[in-house]
C-alpha cells in the first residue's frame, strides 16, 4: 500500500469544550423527556426560522454556554420584551434549565443542545442577533491549550455575521490571564470596537446577573472582568 492508499483521517475540529458526564438528578431527566418539546430546538440541516421558532418578531439575544440556565432564565424573565436563545451541551445543565424556565413561566426562551460553533455556522441567520453573551466560558488556563480558547478571529467573525447592525458581543471572565488574551484578540480585530469594559470585584457586573461560575471565581479570590463590544 502506498501512502497515497491510506485513508485520510477525518478533520477534528478543536473543540472549546469538553462534555462533562454529569449525573443527571431524576428532576432532571424527567425535565428533558418532558419539558423538552417545549423549549427545546431540534436541529435540521438549515438556518432556523427565528420568528417562527419565537411565534414572534423581537429581539433576540443568544447565550452561549449558559451553565445550569440560572441567569438564562433571569434575563429571559426580566426582559419579556426580548427572545434569549442559550446554547449548552451540559445535560445537567440543560435539565436544570428546564425546570427553572417551567418555573419561571417564561414563554420567550429556546434552548439548543449542541456544539456552539456549529450552531452559529450552520443554523443562526446572518444579522438576526441582538446581542450575544458569553459569561465566563473555560478559561484552558495552561498554555498548550490556548489555541481551544473559544475567543479566536474565526468565533469573532462568526459572531459579526450573526449580530445585526448595531448588535454587541458581551464577555466576562475570572481569570487575568484569559482577560489579557481577550483584551488582546479584540484590540486586534477590525469587526468589534469595546464600548465599555469594567474591573471589578463582583459588585459591577456590566448589564448581567451575577452567575455561579462567577460566585466560584470570587470565592477563589479572583476579579471580575467585563466587557461590551460593539459590532462595527
Not at 420567550?108 to 466560558?137: C, M, T, W
Not at 484578540?185 to 465599555?196: K, N
Amino acid at each position: 500500500m502506498t501512502n497515497n492508499d491510506i485513508p485520510s483521517r477525518p478533520h477534528r475540529p478543536i473543540r472549546s469544550f469538553v462534555r462533562r458526564a454529569g449525573r443527571l438528578t431524576p428532576s432532571q431527566q424527567r425535565a428533558l423527556q418532558e419539558l423538552w418539546p417545549s423549549y427545546g430546538v431540534v436541529l435540521g440541516r438549515s438556518a432556523l426560522d427565528l420568528d417562527a421558532l419565537f411565534n414572534r418578531t423581537a429581539p433576540r439575544v443568544l447565550e452561549i454556554g449558559f451553565g445550569n440556565g440560572e441567569t438564562l432564565v433571569q434575563q429571559a424573565a426580566e426582559n419579556p420584551d426580548s427572545d434569549y436563545l442559550g446554547i449548552e451541551v451540559h445535560e445537567p445543565g440543560v435539565g436544570h434549565c428546564l425546570l427553572s424556565a417551567q418555573s419561571a413561566g417564561i414563554t420567550n426562551l429556546k434552548l439548543i443542545a449542541h456544539d456552539a460553533i456549529e450552531v452559529l455556522e450552520a443554523h443562526i441567520p446572518l444579522g438576526s442577533l441582538q446581542r450575544i453573551n458569553l459569561y465566563f466560558p473555560d478559561p484552558w488556563p495552561k498554555k498548550r491549550h490556548h489555541k481551544r480558547r473559544i475567543i479566536q478571529p474565526a468565533f469573532l467573525k462568526l459572531c459579526a455575521d450573526r449580530l445585526a447592525e448595531g448588535g454587541a458581543l458581551h464577555v466576562a471572565t475570572d481569570w487575568a490571564n484569559y482577560a489579557e488574551h481577550i483584551d488582546e484578540v479584540l484590540s486586534e480585530s477590525d469587526l468589534f470596537r469595546c464600548s465599555e469594559r469594567r474591573e471589578h470585584d463582583g459588585d459591577q457586573p456590566l448589564d448581567r446577573p451575577m452567575t455561579k461560575f462567577e460566585r466560584r471565581g470570587l470565592r477563589k479570590g479572583h476579579r471580575i472582568w467585563d466587557w461590551r463590544f460593539e459590532k462595527l
